[in-house]
């Protein structure tokens, strides 16, 4: 956990996202998924936990939608809240992208990651983390794969070949956490 804490020292790039590159979330666009993804809301409540997750919702901001993941983190007993995009239909080859994009904004700056899991990754607690820093202006904020740390992974780099899920996770502080996701995306 207190690897992750360096990845947010690392330089993320918040830029507008080019032509190029695989959009799984537009909540612009019907379906909002792309076909084979789905969102999943979890809490640590799945395993005892104390954090509380507001039911996510699409929701309407300037005119355009936004997905919202909001609520309650507490450290005691878990920590964590998360809206986790899964690969219904078997794994994903990402590795032809760089990285994953996300456009958010968010209230507070802290304690944002995004989780990457594969085929690697066989307990509940094994994912690939990189922090971000949203701002509350809308941005894009693009982090590159070689920035995923692994935790409790069997393998050190994550194989982007045998993607099955990308979460969006406020965790690992206590706050109330309030963030809108305008798309994700893995960008060239």
Sequence with gaps: MKSLALIAMLPLVAVGLGAQGYSIFNPGASPSETPGWKWEPIADSVMGGNSELVPPAVIE???ERALLLAGRVVTKGGGFIQVRLK???GL???SGY???AIEVDARTPTSWYVFLRTKDNVFPWSYYGAAFRP???RSVIRIPFGAFKAESAFRKNV???FLSSVALVAAYE???AY???YSVSFYE
């Design 98 to 100: 760089s990285g994953v």
């Design 61 to 63: 901001v300037d005119g």
């Design 159 to 161: 194989r982007t070949d």
């Design 92 to 94: 994903f080859d990402a």
């Design 179 to 181: 963030m809108r996701i």
């Design 174 to 176: 206590d706050f109330n």
């Design 87 to 89: 690969r219904e239909d």
């Design 135 to 137: 701002t509350p202006q």
